[in-house]
T-cell receptor, first 110, second 112 residues
Framework: SQQGEEDPQALSIQEGENATMNCSYK?????LQWYRQNSGRGLVHLIL?????REKHSGRLRVTLDTSKKSSSLLITASRAADTASYFC??????????FGQGTELSVKP | EAQVTQNPRYLITVTGKKLTVTCSQN?????MSWYRQDPGLGLRQIYY???????DKGDVPEGYKVSRKEKRNFPLILESPSPNQTSLYFC???????????FGPGTRLLVL
């Protein structure tokens, strides 16, 4: 069963706007990761946040984690057309499995 | 260059004809895993391996086999492929399941 679930499934914005994607999960985790996938290509790691962290930044990316609500959000600020991709969250369940969500498809229009 | 390679990249086969998709990494990673990606379903883990000779089922292992005889290789075996195994397959490796995953380029499989 899928643990990570992203919301929304699809998001369309204009260049320069911010994009926010959410991820919910069901069980205790060690950490949560966000990945990006350009159409049909392999996933690329964006950022990792540990279960004892609440917020993390990397360039234009900001990730938050709320373990009490079992949720995380990914914010991309000042989006660019090149940010168009699918974004996935992934959680490890402390037992070896790594579970990916269904992804959010982001479209940034120039 | 640190990388995960998969072969073949594209494969068309017929129902019941055994096939193997190879996966190799050059980063000395202990953790390796296989995923399938289908529209609307995201990535689903098929099998994972914590180390040599240690493999375990993911969420969708039915119809697949794996082996981990060497640290660098983790082949995915479809003994008798069926059309519902038509999918995009990814191999990934990392230091451990909670660390950054390095993905291969993917293998597009069509089973007729």
């Amino acid at each position: 069963s899928q643990q990570g679930e992203e919301d929304p499934q699809a998001l369309s914005i204009q260049e320069g706007e911010n994009a926010t994607m959410n991820c919910s999960y069901k069980t205790s985790i060690n950490n949560l990761q966000w990945y990006r996938q350009n159409s049909g290509r392999g996933l690329v790691h964006l950022i990792l946040i540990r279960s004892n962290e609440r917020e993390k930044h990397s360039g234009r990316l900001r990730v938050t984690l709320d373990t009490s609500k079992k949720s995380s959000s990914l914010l991309i600020t000042a989006s660019r057309a090149a940010d168009t991709a699918s974004y996935f969250c992934a959680t490890d369940n402390q037992g070896g499995k790594l579970i990916f969500g269904q992804g959010t498809e982001l479209s940034v229009k120039p | 260059e640190a990388q995960v390679t998969q072969n073949p990249r594209y494969l068309i086969t017929v129902t019941g004809k055994k096939l193997t998709v190879t996966c190799s990494q050059n980063m000395n990673h202990e953790y390796m895993s296989w995923y399938r990606q289908d529209p609307g379903l995201g990535l689903r883990q098929i099998y994972y391996s914590m180390n040599v000779e240690v493999t375990d089922k993911g969420d969708v292992p039915e119809g697949y086999k794996v082996s981990r005889k060497e640290k660098r290789n983790f082949p995915l075996i479809l003994e008798s492929p069926s059309p519902n195994q038509t999918s995009l397959y990814f191999c990934a490796s990392s230091r451990d399941p909670g660390a950054t995953q390095y993905f291969g380029p993917g293998t597009r499989l069509l089973v007729l």
